[in-house]
């Protein structure tokens, strides 16, 4: 299987690079600033290539996925809470309307399989699980365009297209970016078990609230669930909106609390608003019905909470005492 992963070296993307390869598959990686996988599984398999896609445009396009004659398109390219409303728009929406189209006009179609975002649901019920029926109402600009892009997949599905939707809850494990709440305070205990040990104290962490209920998935499986999209028998998925998470909502205090545990580091976190209700432009409650995704394609999470945070720790503390050099870490 020869597979074109859009957006390659995120944090999804590369994990969708690396279980695909391990898979067996051959991967063309494609980002902005293509990179060697610097713990490839596969070595070989993942062959990274520059390509601009928000400055490309069209053709370029067209011409990426020509020369790639792939089997499989994982679109994992797109721009969450770092970007305006809109460069969302522009990436998230009106790009994959350019990618559904050049995809729909190849002589040989390879299968789509977009990644959409749990904030597109919105808000929901506190205690319920949204299946993939449950209404689209997003509250913020990266939920609003992943709808849009959604919606342009379906379309192109039901004109011909194979493509499927994952609508991924919130990722965690290795390598989660610092611009996200857990990867935030992952960094935050590394870099304050360096600065204890040396005798300094910790500095504290301080939330406005973190009473928010969150499905968290391991990004391994949802790369796991990316190849089980790729592999399904045709037709299976097609058109279809697949949830893939958890299953579980906890209070993000919970996640957060046993970080600080699981580091050992003796980090205080306050609340400033600790029962602050939910703001207008915030879900407070985010839970998804995963049996579809049981269903269709035979996946099921492997990770749970604990094993995903402990190995995003390991994985910044060896990143750590590599950039310290063999004497620090001694």
């Given at each position: 299987?020869?597979?074109?992963?859009?957006?390659?070296?995120?944090?999804l993307?590369?994990?969708?690079?690396?279980?695909?390869?391990?898979?067996?598959?051959?991967?063309?990686?494609?980002?902005?600033?293509?990179?060697?996988?610097?713990?490839?599984?596969?070595?070989g398999?993942?062959?990274?290539?520059?390509?601009?896609?928000?400055?490309?445009?069209?053709?370029?396009?067209?011409?990426?996925?020509?020369?790639?004659?792939?089997?499989?398109?994982?679109?994992?390219?797109?721009?969450?809470?770092?970007?305006t409303?809109?460069?969302m728009?522009?990436?998230?929406?009106?790009?994959?309307?350019?990618?559904?189209?050049?995809?729909?006009a190849?002589?040989r179609?390879p299968?789509?399989?977009?990644?959409?975002?749990?904030?597109?649901?919105?808000?929901?019920?506190?205690?319920?699980?949204?299946?993939?029926?449950?209404?689209?109402?997003p509250?913020?600009?990266?939920?609003?365009?992943?709808?849009?892009?959604?919606?342009?997949?379906?379309?192109?599905?039901?004109d011909?297209?194979?493509?499927?939707?994952?609508?991924?809850?919130?990722?965690?494990?290795?390598?989660?970016?610092?611009?996200?709440?857990?990867?935030?305070?992952?960094?935050?205990l590394?870099?304050?078990?360096?600065?204890?040990?040396?005798?300094?104290?910790?500095e504290?962490?301080?939330?406005?609230?973190?009473?928010a209920?969150r499905?968290?998935?391991?990004?391994?499986?949802?790369?796991?669930?990316?190849?089980?999209?790729?592999?399904?028998?045709?037709?299976?998925a097609?058109?279809?909106?697949?949830?893939?998470?958890?299953?579980?909502?906890?209070?993000?205090?919970?996640?957060?609390a046993?970080?600080?545990?699981?580091?050992?580091?003796?980090?205080?976190v306050?609340?400033?608003?600790?029962?602050?209700?939910?703001?207008?432009?915030?879900?407070?409650?985010?839970?998804?019905?995963?049996?579809?995704?049981?269903?269709?394609?035979?996946?099921?999470?492997?990770?749970?909470?604990?094993?995903?945070?402990?190995?995003?720790?390991?994985?910044l503390?060896r990143d750590?005492?590599?950039?310290?050099?063999?004497?620090?870490?001694?």
């Amino acid at each position: 299987m020869n597979v074109l992963v859009l957006g390659g070296t995120g944090f999804l993307g590369l994990h969708v690079c690396r279980t695909l390869a391990e898979a067996g598959a051959s991967v063309l990686q494609v980002s902005r600033t293509a990179r060697s996988d610097p713990a490839p599984a596969q070595p070989g398999r993942i062959t990274p290539m520059d390509h601009d896609l928000a400055g490309g445009g069209r053709p370029a396009l067209a011409r990426l996925l020509a020369d790639a004659d792939a089997d499989v398109v994982v679109n994992a390219y797109g721009m969450a809470w770092s970007g305006t409303p809109a460069q969302m728009s522009e990436a998230n929406a009106r790009w994959v309307g350019d990618l559904v189209d050049v995809m729909t006009a190849l002589p040989r179609r390879p299968r789509l399989v977009q990644i959409g975002t749990v904030h597109e649901y919105g808000a929901m019920p506190v205690g319920t699980a949204a299946a993939e029926e449950h209404p689209a109402r997003p509250v913020t600009a990266y939920g609003r365009t992943k709808l849009l892009g959604t919606r342009t997949v379906l379309r192109a599905a039901a004109d011909g297209l194979d493509a499927t939707v994952l609508r991924i809850t919130n990722a965690c494990g290795p390598g989660a970016p610092r611009a996200s709440l857990l990867g935030s305070v992952a960094h935050h205990l590394v870099d304050a078990a360096e600065r204890h040990a040396d005798g300094e104290p910790p500095e504290p962490l301080v939330f406005p609230s973190l009473s928010a209920g969150r499905d968290f998935v391991d990004v391994r499986d949802a790369a796991e669930a990316a190849l089980a999209a790729a592999r399904a028998p045709h037709g299976v998925a097609t058109g279809r909106v697949v949830n893939i998470g958890g299953g579980r909502a906890a209070p993000v205090r919970e996640a957060v609390a046993r970080l600080v545990a699981l580091s050992a580091v003796p980090v205080p976190v306050s609340e400033d608003e600790p029962g602050a209700a939910a703001g207008p432009t915030r879900a407070e409650w985010q839970q998804v019905d995963i049996s579809l995704a049981a269903g269709l394609l035979g996946w099921r999470p492997r990770r749970d909470l604990d094993t995903s945070l402990n190995d995003q720790l390991t994985e910044l503390r060896r990143d750590a005492g590599q950039r310290e050099g063999p004497d620090r870490c001694v």
